[in-house]
């Protein structure tokens, strides 16, 4: 009967580390694939999988509300068709339609209170507002930071086609502006708002940034 060798366990530990990273280096595919104890297929659904199914059984937007063309939040406020070169500037008073008081109750500025709001803020973006069919000519004209408003059309698709975001012209910010023709593009200057209106043909081919 053979004596079994004895080790210290420092020397055992060792031994049966160096073991391991031999059969690890000597057959890396045992390695990489070895499986202790027992396993189980994954029952549960892959999740990206499970939000497309539930996307495509979700009823769309145009099933439920119609078309696009026809939703009343997409619809802009019209404005007709600018007939010669004109440049006026406006002042856009506000007036307070109720009182505005402090958390403690003490009052801040009365109804009918009126005052400028560009005394106390700056607009660095101008408002570029156009018609349609005088979108090519809009993009040429508007800087980065512009606005781009339209006043008919539907402005999600052609936002899309064109690349850049578009909007539609409010019927607030028209009655705001006091707008009534298009092209026009309303810019600050001071504590006021200069509103340059353009001429059908100056619209269709002008390229030259105002």
Not at 90 to 114: A, C, H, N
């Amino acid at each position: 009967m053979t004596a079994e060798p004895c080790f210290p366990d420092r020397a055992r530990h060792a031994l049966i580390g160096a073991l391991m990273l031999s059969l690890a280096c000597g057959n890396p595919a045992l390695a990489a694939t070895s499986t202790i104890g027992r396993t189980w297929p994954i029952a549960e659904p892959d999740a990206m999988a499970e939000i497309e199914a539930r996307a495509a059984r979700a009823p769309s937007l145009v099933s439920r509300l119609g078309p696009r063309a026809s939703w009343s939040a997409l619809q802009a406020a019209p404005l007709g068709q600018s007939r010669v070169d004109r440049v006026r500037s406006l002042v856009p008073f506000y007036t307070v339609e109720q009182d505005i008081r402090l958390p403690d109750g003490r009052l801040l500025y009365p109804k009918g209170f009126t005052f400028n709001p560009l005394d106390y803020v700056s607009l660095p973006q101008r408002l570029v507002i156009v018609h349609p069919r005088d979108l090519g000519w809009a993009l040429k004209q508007a800087r980065f930071t512009d606005f781009i408003l339209l006043t008919a059309g539907d402005a999600l698709d052609l936002s899309e086609r064109s690349g850049r975001p578009l909007f539609i012209l409010e019927e607030r910010v028209k009655e705001r502006l006091g707008l009534t023709v298009a092209p026009v593009i309303v810019a600050q200057q001071g504590k006021k708002l200069v509103l340059t209106e353009y001429a059908p043909l100056r619209a269709a081919g002008g390229s030259a940034r105002p």
